[in-house]
């Protein structure tokens, strides 16, 4: 099974602040949509807060330490690990090869080591915030597809989707 990270970071590296994102980008979220579609998706619980309800097409597989948390339409796990069976479990249900990795900072780095692809949309803004996401090391990883997607009326900023796979 590969494990495939979706990210939107800036150029300073920020990946969120206050709890969301720090911009809105349309062109960005139909990306996700896009990348994420008929797969299960691994993330932390807050950043399940921050999205607020099961996406549909996608199963959600929420981490966190809380052993009374529960949410509707989306499987609970008590550790990364666990995390990753259920994730498994439900991709083979859905034919799906890929687990998501959807993130924040905290599942993203327990998992870069194990990562096999990170779909990287580069946001051409560097804001204030309190999430980031590290450079990759280009000695572990090589961008192999790079696309500039037209700008939508609504977005905040120029974006760039870059893909890099592990070498
Ligand atoms: N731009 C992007 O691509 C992107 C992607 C994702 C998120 N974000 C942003 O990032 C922020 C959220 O990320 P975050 O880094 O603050 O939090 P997060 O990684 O989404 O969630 C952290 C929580 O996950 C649980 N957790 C983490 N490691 C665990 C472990 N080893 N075992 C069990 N539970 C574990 C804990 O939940 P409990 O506290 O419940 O125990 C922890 O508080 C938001 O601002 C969001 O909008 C941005």
């Known amino acids: 099974m590969k494990l495939a990270f979706v990210v939107a970071a800036a150029k300073n590296g920020v990946i969120g602040r206050n709890g969301g994102l720090p911009w809105r980008l349309s062109t960005d979220l139909k990306h996700f949509k896009k990348l994420t579609m008929g797969k299960p998706m691994l993330m932390g619980r807050r950043t399940w807060d921050s999205i607020g309800r099961p996406l549909p097409g996608r199963e959600t597989i929420i981490v966190t330490r809380d ?16 995390g990753l069976h259920v994730a498994s479990e439900q ?6 090869d890929t687990i998501i990795i959807a993130g924040g900072a905290d599942i993203f780095a327990a998992l870069l080591d194990r990562a096999d692809m990170v779909h990287l949309t580069e946001v051409d803004l560097a804001p204030e915030g309190d999430v980031r996401f590290p ?5 572990k990883w090589v961008e192999v597809a790079c696309e500039v997607p037209a700008r939508a009326a609504n977005d905040e900023a ?7 796979a592990r070498r």
């Open 158 to 164: 120029n974006v760039r989707f870059l893909t890099y």
């Open 67 to 82: 052993r009374k948390f529960a949410a509707q339409g989306a499987h609970v796990a008590h550790s990364v690990e666990e």
């Open 91 to 96: 991709a083979k249900r859905m034919h799906a």
């Open 135 to 139: 450079p990759l090391d280009p000695g």
